[in-house]
């Protein structure tokens, strides 16, 4: 067994996924770290009809700094037009339709902080994908970890390390394969299969 240090995201990327359900790794999330800008702890990626688009959580600028702290603005209903882009952009898509009524128990949470929105988001995932990985929470914020540590591995601005086989997309036969989107994409087109696709991801660890 391996011990990892996970950061938590806003519906992650499918790499992250790959680390977490990796029947190999002991998994222990990060509460303590200093919020970093522009990552996936509040923007996921999904494939809308023009290629890649972010969805992007609001932060209510308090001062304050570690992640367990981060509080969501509701000034703009941005789960709103959230659930309309990813509804837009998949509701064509092979399962879209058969797991629509899970994915839309995830907008209508009103969490106060974005650590336990993307909790919540994480339990409604493993419910969809059928999956019951236990995980804790660590204590305390460490510099150098004694677990792997992920915190900075997942980036929103260079390519993925991962490797992961193409499949088919809803746009892909007009802009081609986007690879690492959020897990909400594999489930979308690949359903069932989607454990199948992650156990044989290569990864970079």
Known sequence: MKNVLLPVFYLPPISWFSVFLDAENEV????????????????????????????IIPINHNGKREIKDIEISYI???????WKSI???????????????K????????????????????????QILKTEKAYSLNEEYIKNPLELNFREKFSTKIPSEFEMEEYYQTFSDKLGFLKDLSILDLIC?????????????????
């Open 28 to 55: 222990v999330l990060e509460q303590f770290e200093s919020f970093p800008k522009q990552t996936y702890r509040s923007r996921t990626n999904i494939y809308g009809a023009n290629g890649k688009l972010s969805l």
């Open 76 to 82: 703009e209903n941005w789960r709103k037009i959230h």
């Open 87 to 101: 509804k837009t952009a998949y509701q064509s898509s092979p399962y879209f339709e058969y797991y629509e009524d």
């Open 103 to 126: 994915f839309i128990k995830l907008f209508d949470l009103k969490e106060k902080y974005l650590f336990d929105f993307n909790e919540k988001g994480l339990e409604i995932l493993q």
């Open 189 to 205: 087109n690949k359903g069932p299969e989607t454990l199948t696709y992650i156990k044989n991801i290569k990864q970079s660890y």
